[in-house]
């Protein structure tokens, strides 16, 4: 597997994949990769013949009083992830290599970052779309693979690619849970033991609204009432938001009809847990979505 870490390297890497013939795919993490990340180079290496992992902390898009510094950063054990699952090149830059200068220039998607995580996390969904925006420029991927997980950046990131017509193909993958229901994620080891014991209540409360749905209930605010209070089986979770939002436009419904994502944020401790589900009414089997 190759390795770069400066923007000149990773593009001379890709230059000779291409001049050999081979599609591109990509993959942007901020490392500490677990299996929903092994998951998207899976997904990449069975799609494209030459595979990028980049592997950055972007500073842009942590709020004050965030993360950033307590990020995990395992990267020998990341770069051994990539390796064992196939991937051709990870590309590690520093944050100077990133950002040389004090940018003028952001990447800016409007409304869809508005509502849900673009509530409490003012600016992050700009620092997200401006390193992807970036991060695509440098390595000029065919496609970009992405987790359902983070389904309102995976919007986002969709709709800039459209918008800004930028040459390569978005794809979602579906989120990957542990046996309990818990949806991987690289913040899921800040949790104390009681803590994640107690997490999953967040995938009961989407189980609890996809047997609603089941059952024909359509209404948003009778099915965000009941999950509100599977959520209040634990005390200390903090819930941000229950919403029930059209999956493209992320505008609230008074009714479940069509393509429609049910998302939830909330607190455990220091711990932001996010999680949803899509369901499309039209097409029944993908009501039981959460597994
Ligand atoms: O989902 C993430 O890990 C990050 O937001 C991304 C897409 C790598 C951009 O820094």
Redesign the pocket.
Same mark, same amino acid.
């Given at each position: 597997m190759q390795r770069a870490t400066t923007i000149a390297q990773i593009r001379t890497y890709v230059a000779e994949a291409r001049a050999a013939g081979k599609s591109v795919g990509f993959v942007?993490?901020?490392g500490a990769l677990h299996v929903g990340h092994v998951s998207l180079i899976e997904a990449a290496v069975r799609r494209c013949d030459y595979v990028v992992v $980049?592997i @950055? /902390?972007?500073p842009t *898009?942590f709020c004050p009083g965030e993360d950033f510094e307590r990020y995990p950063r395992p990267f020998e054990r990341d770069v051994e992830l990539c390796e064992r699952h196939g991937a051709h090149a990870i590309f590690a830059p520093s944050p100077v290599e990133m950002y040389p200068r004090k940018s003028l220039t952001w990447v800016t998607v409007e409304k869809l970052t508005e509502p849900l995580c673009g509530r409490s996390r003012p600016g992050h969904f700009r620092? /997200?779309t401006t /390193?992807?925006t970036k991060?695509f420029n440098i390595v000029g991927a065919d496609v970009a693979f @992405?987790?359902q997980k983070?389904a309102q *950046?995976a919007t986002v990131?969709r709709r800039m690619a459209a918008d800004l017509n930028m040459p390569l193909e978005i794809v979602v993958c579906p989120t990957v849970r542990e046996p309990d229901g818990l949806a991987v994620s $690289?913040r899921n080891q800040y949790l104390s033991p009681q803590e994640r014991q107690e997490a999953p209540v967040i995938y009961r409360a989407l189980r609890r609204c996809a047997e609603m749905l089941d059952s024909g209930r359509r209404n948003a605010a009778e099915i965000a009432r009941a999950m509100n209070e599977i959520l209040s089986q634990v005390p200390s979770l903090q819930v941000e938001y229950v919403s029930i939002v059209d999956a493209e436009t992320l505008e609230p419904v008074d009714q479940v009809r069509g393509r429609i994502l049910v998302a939830v944020a909330g607190r455990l401790g220091s711990t932001r847990l996010i999680d949803n589900i899509v369901v499309d009414i039209r097409a029944t089997e993908g009501i039981m979505a959460p597994r």
């Open positions: 942007p993490t901020m $980049s @950055f /902390v972007n *898009q620092g /997200v /390193v992807c991060l @992405f987790g983070d *950046q990131i $690289s």
